[in-house]
Structures are given as C-alpha cells and as structure tokens.
C-alpha cells in the first residue's frame, strides 16, 4: 500500500514553456504533500508544502510564481515551473503524508527529471 | 532551522563486511528520524524510523539505527551487507516546522557500492 505516482518520469522541453508534474497517491487519500528538488551530488531540498485545499506553503528561496502548486484533491498535486529556464532543470520528486501528523511516514514518487534546453 | 549531515558520499565494501553510516542533525528540540533507501531507478523507500522509546531501532532487510541523544546522530548499521544492499541511502530529520506540517530536512546522501 501507500504509492504515490509521479508523471511524467523525465520530460525535455524547450527553455520558455511551462512544464506541470503530477503527483498522485493512489491507494490512499494525502492530506498532504510535499514538492522536493535535487540537484546532481546534493541532498533534497524541500520547495514547498501543499495542503489539500489550501495555499501552498513554500520554503525560503522557492519562487512561487516560478512553481506553482496545485492540491485541488486528496489524490492529486502538481507542481507547474512557469516560463522553465535550463537552470531550472534538475529532479524534482514529491511525497505524500495520510495526515499531517509527524507519526505518519512520507510515501515518495518516483521522480521527476526536467531538462530544459 | 534543522540540518543534517552525512559524512560519506560513498563508501565501497565487500559482501559480508560490515556497514556503519555516520548521520548527525543539529535541532535543539525533540526530532524524529528516519534513514531512507534509493535502490537505483527507484524511488525512496523508507528503511526505519525512530519517534520514541528504544533509541536502538531495527529496519527492514537487517538494517538498524542507534539514536544518540547526546551526540545528535542516528548511525546506520548492518553486520553483514549483500551485493542487493547497493543503493543510495538519506538520513532525514522531521521537526515541527510550526507550521504543523513535520516537514522532513534530508542529508546529502550515501551512495553504498557493494562488491560480489
């Protein structure tokens, strides 16, 4: 139990456009969710936290209006990077928590890797 | 704000031998910790966590973790690895953000190569 999917596993696009990522849990409802990044030999950085519902929480440094977060339900969270630039591209990975309650373990996507020519 | 360290970024072994991943955090309240596994073109696969109690923890496939409250670590252990045991292993650290999301901080990674 407790997967969460994440779509698309690697996307290429041109710099300018805007790439949304999925992120579904799909055997269990995630009150909340969790964006990460990860660049090459670092660890993951936390971008922002969405609650179900609600405005997304975003971590000192994130832009919001460069990733922009959706969690319009229980099963599903996009990120969307805006106007993607080759700085942009790294891997971004997301999880889910049944509740917010920090007894609850994290469930991770399998990833997603952008790369922004 | 939390952080944490790990102090390998890759250690090599042979099978059988013995494995022993440094973790330290620094958070002057109460944290919950977890190690995470990455078996390679995977996802992240939670390995143990601890909340309370027994600050020895065991984990699934043999692997356990001592919680060391006055030297802020959570070493990885396992007394004999397998060729399967290569992957990339995190450290996390879970504290209250405040904003009552438990939001998790990761250290760098270990990336462990067995050796047949």
């Known amino acids: 139990g407790a997967v969460v999917s994440q779509h698309p596993s690697w996307v290429i696009c041109k710099s300018g456009t805007s790439v949304k990522i999925e992120c579904r849990s799909l055997?269990?409802?995630?009150?909340?969710m969790f964006w990460y990044r990860q660049f090459p030999k670092q660890s993951l950085m936390l971008m922002a936290t969405s609650n179900e519902g609600s405005k997304a929480t975003y971590e000192q440094g994130v832009e919001k209006d460069k990733f922009l977060i959706n969690h319009a339900s229980l099963t599903l969270s996009t990120l969307t990077v805006t106007s993607a630039h080759p700085e942009d591209s790294s891997f971004y990975i997301c999880?889910?928590?049944?509740?917010?309650?920090?007894?609850?373990?994290?469930?991770f996507g399998d990833g997603t890797r952008l790369s922004i020519l | 704000a939390q952080s944490v360290s790990q102090h390998n970024h890759h250690v090599i072994l042979s099978e059988a031998a013995s494995l022993e991943l440094g973790c330290n955090y620094s958070?002057?309240?109460?944290?919950?910790l977890f190690w995470y596994v990455q078996y390679p073109g995977q996802h992240l696969q939670l390995l143990l966590k601890y909340f309370s109690g027994d600050p020895l923890v065991k984990g699934i496939k043999g692997f356990e973790a001592e919680f060391i409250k006055s030297k802020f670590s959570f070493n990885l252990r396992k007394p004999s690895v397998q060729w399967s045991d290569t992957a990339e292993y995190f450290c996390a650290v879970n504290a209250n953000s405040g904003a009552g999301s438990y939001q998790l901080t990761f250290g760098k990674g270990t990336k462990l190569s067995v050796i047949p």
């Open positions: 958070y002057g309240g109460t944290v919950n």
């Open positions: 055997d269990f409802q995630a009150t909340t």
């Open positions: 999880s889910a928590k049944l509740t917010p309650d920090s007894n609850q373990p994290q469930h």
